[in-house]
């Protein structure tokens, strides 16, 4: 992966909910030279110019990648500045989502149909089980528990990073903080997973797909999320 040159798109991946894009990131956090932040919205850059370390390199890796992503679908975007809660602002009838890990930032961009879009990425190492507890539902622990020693970690890692997209394609509608036990994810052995949604505040009337890939080292998932009935919960 790292024939390419940083900050330009290392693979496009047409995915059942998007075109993806990932972008090479430096290894080191040195500020984004001149020459990368001219390739952002100018809002977007004066946005980055204020930014410091990883959180510098990472947010313009993801603003390059949704771009480029876009791009695929011949589409130019505007600034997509974060929102009050964190997420990029895409146009009218365009979904967009970001993850980044220390040298990738990826984006994944679609036409919306009603639906929104969460994207994930996370590197298989090094393992960590110890998160089971927090991020699984008793019922997903006792799946898990009943695997094969070597098939635990990818199983759980799975899991979390389908939601973390939950999450991401999640917000637009609930604008809250949803824990890691408001889902339960049943992934399925053809990149697909089951989602049950448990919602705390008893939101209801979502219609979750959630794909998964594994690419290079590192699991991608991905969610979309529609509304099955009118509702009077958003
Ligand atoms: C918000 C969260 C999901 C981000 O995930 P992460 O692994 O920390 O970081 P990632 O690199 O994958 O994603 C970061 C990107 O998420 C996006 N993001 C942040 N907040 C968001 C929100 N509320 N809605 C949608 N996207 C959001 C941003 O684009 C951000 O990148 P940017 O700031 O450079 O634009 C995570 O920090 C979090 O709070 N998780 C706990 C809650 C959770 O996942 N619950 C599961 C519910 S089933």
Redesign the pocket.
């Known amino acids: 992966m790292n024939h390419k040159a940083l900050y330009q798109p290392l693979y496009h991946h047409a995915t059942p909910h998007g075109v993806l894009t990932a972008v090479a990131l430096p290894p080191e956090p040195k500020p984004v030279p001149t020459s990368i932040l001219d390739q952002l919205a100018e809002e977007e850059a004066a946005h980055a110019a204020d930014l410091r370390g990883f959180r510098q390199v ?2 313009v890796g ?1 603003r390059l990648a949704l771009r480029h992503a876009a791009a695929q679908l011949g589409m130019r975007l505007p600034a997509a500045m ?1 929102d009050d ?4 602002v895409m146009p009218p009838r365009i979904v967009g ?4 890990k220390h040298s990738i930032a990826v984006g994944m961009v679609a036409r919306s149909n009603g639906r929104t879009l ?1 994207v ?1 990425i996370e590197e298989y190492e090094p393992a960590r089980m110890g998160i089971a507890p927090k991020i699984l539902r008793p019922e997903e622990l006792a799946t898990i528990e009943a695997m094969p020693e070597e098939n635990r970690w990818l199983a759980l890692l799975l899991r979390f990073s389908i ?2 997209s ?3 394609a999640l ?1 637009p509608y609930v604008r809250r ?4 036990h ?2 339960f994810v049943e992934p399925d052995l053809e990149g697909g997973a089951r989602v049950e949604l448990h919602l705390a505040n008893g939101e209801t009337g979502f219609e979750v797909d959630a794909r998964y890939a594994w690419l290079e080292g590192r699991v991608l998932t991905s969610v979309r999320i529609g509304r099955t009935q009118p509702s009077s919960d958003s």
Do not use: L, T
Request: proline letters at 8%.
């Open positions: 990472q947010f993801g974060p809660r964190g997420a990029p989502s970001v993850s980044h969460g994930d939601k973390e939950i999450y991401k917000d903080y949803v824990g890691f408001e889902a």
